[in-house]
T-cell receptor, first 110, second 115 residues
Framework: RKEVEQDPGPFNVPEGATVAFNCTYSNSASQSFFWYRQDCRKEPKLLMS???SGNEDGRFTAQLNRASQYISLLIRDSKLSDSATYLCVVNSGSARQLTFGSGTQLTVLP | GAVVSQHPSWVICKSGTSVKIECRSL??????MFWYRQFPKQSLMLMATSNEGSKATYEQGVEKDKFLINHASLTLSTLTVTSAHPEDSSFYIC???????????FGDGTRLSIL
């Protein structure tokens, strides 16, 4: 079983749609959680950290369920510029090493 | 602004060549930097953790004699791919940060193509 699992997609949605991505992680000792976005042939860029209480940044909402070891990302009112691969990333301990999911590809269509 | 600067961004060279990639922390002194590799349509895989003033820690399956890491200062880590072969062609990315559960920030990446 992979340490961090994501639905690879691709998700093709029209502009304005709401789309949700899910992610599960296997290490119950994981301490911090992030969503990064990666554009084609570019480095990952931090989208948002994920907190236990859930957090929102504009059109983006992240949720964490530690009991189920499940993380989600909701994007509302999708824009063309949201097209990218979304990476679920988990930090599993004091070594500060990140474990990446394989990414979920999103294409927002006009 | 950028937190990490990585250079070069693109390298094309012949098989057998050694290639050096630099990673600079711009905003703070980084005692630890991370080197990742990403093959097409795959996720990032941690290769090694670079430690300032001491030996790097390599992940299982990563040859330390092939991927030489030097972290001689608090702002610079280098990765040298020695005697590179076509199978070493990949996207190499460094990162800094991650302390106290904070996110890591990535360099622009280096796309290495070995002919």
């Amino acid at each position: 079983r992979k340490e961090v699992e994501q639905d690879p997609g691709p998700f093709n949605v029209p502009e304005g749609a709401t789309v949700a991505f899910n992610c599960t992680y296997s290490n119950s000792a994981s301490q911090s959680f992030f969503w990064y976005r990666q554009d084609c042939r570019k480095e990952p860029k931090l989208l948002m950290s994920v907190y236990s209480s859930g957090n929102e940044d504009g059109r983006f909402t992240a949720q964490l369920n530690r009991a189920s070891q499940y993380i989600s990302l909701l994007i509302r009112d999708s824009k063309l510029s949201d097209s990218a691969t979304y990476l679920c990333v988990v930090n599993s301990g004091s070594a500060r090493q990140l474990t990446f999911g394989s990414g979920t590809q999103l294409t927002v269509l006009p | 602004g950028a937190v990490v600067s990585q250079h070069p961004s693109w390298v094309i060279c012949k098989s057998g060549t050694s290639v050096k990639i630099e990673c600079r922390s711009l905003d703070f002194q980084a005692t630890t930097m991370f080197w990742y590799r990403q093959f097409p349509k795959q996720s990032l895989m941690l290769m090694a953790t670079s430690n300032e003033g001491s030996k790097a820690t390599y992940e299982q399956g990563v040859e330390k004699d092939k991927f030489l890491i030097n972290h001689a200062s608090l702002t610079l880590s280098t990765l040298t791919v020695t005697s590179a072969h076509p199978e070493d062609s990949s996207f190499y990315i460094c990162s800094v940060g991650g302390k106290d559960n904070q996110p890591q920030h990535f360099g622009d990446g280096t796309r290495l193509s070995i002919l």
